[in-house]
C-alpha cells in the first residue's frame, strides 16, 4: 500500500504581488501539516489564506 501523504499550500503577498507557495509537501498527517502551517504563519509573512492538499 502507498504511503498518503499531505501539501500544505500557502498564498502570500508583499502587497504589491499575490503567489502562491508550497509549504511543504511530504507532511505524514494532517496533524502535522496544521503545525506546519502554524510554523510557517509565526515567520510574520503576510499570508492571504492556506490549504491541505
Not at 1 to 12: F, G, L, N, P, S
Not at 21 to 32: D, Q
Amino acid at each position: 500500500m502507498k504511503k498518503r501523504y499531505y501539501k500544505v499550500v500557502a498564498t502570500v503577498t508583499d502587497g504589491a504581488r499575490v503567489w502562491d507557495v508550497v509549504i511543504y509537501s511530504h507532511y505524514e498527517s494532517i496533524e502535522e501539516a496544521q503545525a506546519g502551517i502554524d510554523r510557517f504563519a509565526s515567520h510574520g509573512y503576510n499570508i492571504l489564506k492556506t490549504w491541505i492538499e
